[in-house]
């Protein structure tokens, strides 16, 4: 059981599609995180919201593009994606980024498949 | 470069202690994670720690030393429901985390 959900939990769309993917936390957090885990490969950090700032963007291509209303959701916006762009993507949240124990809570993830 | 090693894949019998490692190469050390993920499912945190200890939390203990740059995952009694990746994670000098790519744990009857 988690404070974090997703949605949707599968996508699969065309390289032409235009599709968004949606995060919502109700811990009362600060700070959202959009994750890309592929098989086999340490989690890689895309972005970073704190109190609904961006703070992180880890040279992520602009055909993904993130947008965070406020402290409770989070959203990525995708067009144009390519085959490699397959994979789970996870959003967290945490108290705020940094310092002492700040533990991120995860959501269960969107399996994209990008055909 | 920054990096953290644990083993792809492990196997272990019912009932039986496993353990799971993890070094680190990173800038700095503000405390290392450890998270389990069944499949499918969401990251789940297991344990924090930032000073050498030995820590249990029921059938579930991590060690760390800070001089060795070396941790470790201790399961007990495994439990079928214990198959799962389990994933380091160690917070760097700038509060980033750095992900190792995790070990999946693989529990036989």
């Known amino acids: 059981e988690t404070g974090v959900t997703q949605t949707p939990r599968h996508l699969v769309m065309g390289m032409t599609n235009k599709k968004s993917l949606k995060c919502e936390q109700h811990?009362?957090?600060?700070?959202m995180y959009w994750y890309k885990q592929s098989a086999k490969k340490p989690l890689e950090l895309m972005f970073v919201?704190?109190?609904?700032?961006?703070?992180e963007n880890n040279s992520v291509p602009s055909r993904f593009s993130p947008e965070c209303p406020n402290s409770s959701h989070l959203f990525l916006h995708l067009h144009t994606l390519q085959p490699e762009d397959s994979a789970l993507y996870l959003c967290?949240?945490?108290?705020?980024?940094?310092?002492?124990?700040?533990?991120?809570?995860f959501g269960p993830g969107t399996r994209l498949t990008v055909l | 470069g920054q990096n953290i090693d644990q083993p792809t894949e492990m196997t272990a019998t019912e009932g039986a202690i496993v353990q799971i490692n993890c070094t680190y190469q990173?800038?700095?050390?503000?405390?290392l994670f450890w998270y389990q993920q069944h499949a499918g499912e969401a990251p789940t945190f297991l344990s924090y720690?930032?000073l050498d200890c030995f820590e249990e939390k029921g059938r579930f203990s991590s060690f760390l030393s800070l001089s060795k740059v070396y941790s470790y995952l201790l399961l007990k009694e495994l439990q079928m429901k214990d198959s799962a990746s389990y994933l380091c994670?160690?917070?760097?000098?700038?509060?980033?985390?750095?992900w190792g790519a995790g070990t999946k744990l693989i529990i036989k009857p």
């Open positions: 967290a949240s945490s108290q705020v980024p940094g310092g002492g124990a700040d533990t991120q809570y």
């Open positions: 919201y704190n109190f609904k700032e961006q703070t």
């Open positions: 811990l009362g957090h600060n700070a």
């Open positions: 994670a160690v917070r760097d000098s700038n509060y980033q985390l750095i």
């Open positions: 990173t800038s700095g050390f503000n405390g």
């Open positions: 720690n930032v």
